[in-house]
């Protein structure tokens, strides 16, 4: 079987790269003496070989087939593909602003745990699958890795702005600590301005109309386009937002809140009655609870986890506690359900957070190239069963005021 081709007649063995028998020997006494033993081998390979032709010119079929089909729906294949592997982006609250769905929280990523090289490839990795938010803190310096291989106009970069240095002035959000943390973080990251910066945790100690007009400067100034609260409660949220519109500043537009499969009542509950009343987002952090989802801490604490390095004492305890010895269990049952769908325990986990109303990004931590690409492949969708399925197993689906109510 040949095929016309640029440079002549190719064979279906050239085509698939089917290897082809191998050359008889030149030694025409061996050929005689061998003859008995070569012919079974001979006939072994030919029928390979006319079992790979088979299923090559099944998989053309196969695939013609497809072709046809998706062109009476007015489709193509290749449009198919790029739509299946395409991120998503969607509103900041109700701001103009789109970002990816999936961001990459670099404060966790490149917390002094691996190389700036790694740190580069990782970004590389993230930007050239589509995601375009980057999300870092007050004393890490990620920003100008990213700035060396796009344009600035092309992805978002947040910072936080609270724990800056060790005197009292370098921490909370006094109108002097944000104005010059601010600074600090541009000058560290090497950027004229952020996209968004986050007043992480409230500070009891600073007056809230301070805060909202030293934000409102910040943006006025050039060096952030938006800002959004980390850590808030609804009510201190909603306080910010009337204190904007009591005197003309800028409220917030987005909060940064921990949610997972054993954290859900703000983002489910709080969260989406402020999206609708106040158009604030949701961009949501830790979805496999610090790695507990992963399955990983299943049998102990290992030596390499993030539970083992120093300063996490406080998850170690947590893997350890009754408590998280009863969602490791759910974990397991978690883990079967996730083989049936055919995608990992982390990618059930992150598709199952950006189904919640509201959530416009959901930001990984990763440390190496494997975990980010598994993270990015998540599932397309996630079905009304599946989702019946997983609240049935976890059993703390939250309620809202609502169904309180009823």
Known sequence: ?????????????????????????????????????????????????????????????????????????????????????????????????????????TWVTFGSQISDEMAENLMTIAYENGVNLFDTAEVYASGSLICDFCRRSSFVITTKIYWGGQAETERGLSRKHIIEGLRGSLSRLQLDYVDIVFANRNDVNSPMEEIVR?????????????????????????????????????????????????????????????????????????????????????????ECSRAAMKGYQWLKERVNSEEGRRQLAKVKELHLLADRLGCTAAQLAIAWCLRSEGVSSVLLGVSNADQLMENLGILSQMTPQTITEIDALLGNKPHSKKESRA
């Open 1 to 105: 079987c040949v095929c016309g081709g640029k440079g002549g007649k190719y064979s279906v063995e050239d085509l698939y790269g089917i290897s082809k028998k191998p050359k008889a020997s030149s030694s025409s006494g061996s050929i005689v003496a061998k003859a008995r033993s070569t012919k079974p081998q001979e006939h072994r390979h030919e029928e390979a070989l006319a079992s790979q032709i088979l299923e090559a010119a099944h998989r053309l079929v196969e695939r013609r087939r497809l072709e046809l089909y998706l062109r009476e729906c007015g489709l193509s294949l290749a449009e198919c593909e790029a739509q299946r592997s395409a991120m998503v982006y969607r509103n900041l609250g109700k701001s103009g602003l789109r970002v990816s769905c999936l961001g990459l929280g």
């Open 214 to 302: 030293a934000m409102t400067f910040v943006i006025n100034q050039g060096m952030a386009m938006y800002w959004g609260t980390s850590r808030w409660s609804a009510m201190e949220i909603m306080e910010a937002y009337s204190v904007a519109r009591q005197f003309n500043l800028i409220p917030p537009v987005c909060e940064q809140a921990e949610y997972h499969y054993f954290q859900r009542d703000k983002v489910e509950v709080q969260l989406p009655e402020l999206y609708h009343k106040i158009g604030v987002g949701a961009m949501t952090w830790s979805p496999l609870a610090c790695g507990l989802i992963t399955g990983k801490y299943s049998d102990g604490v290992p």
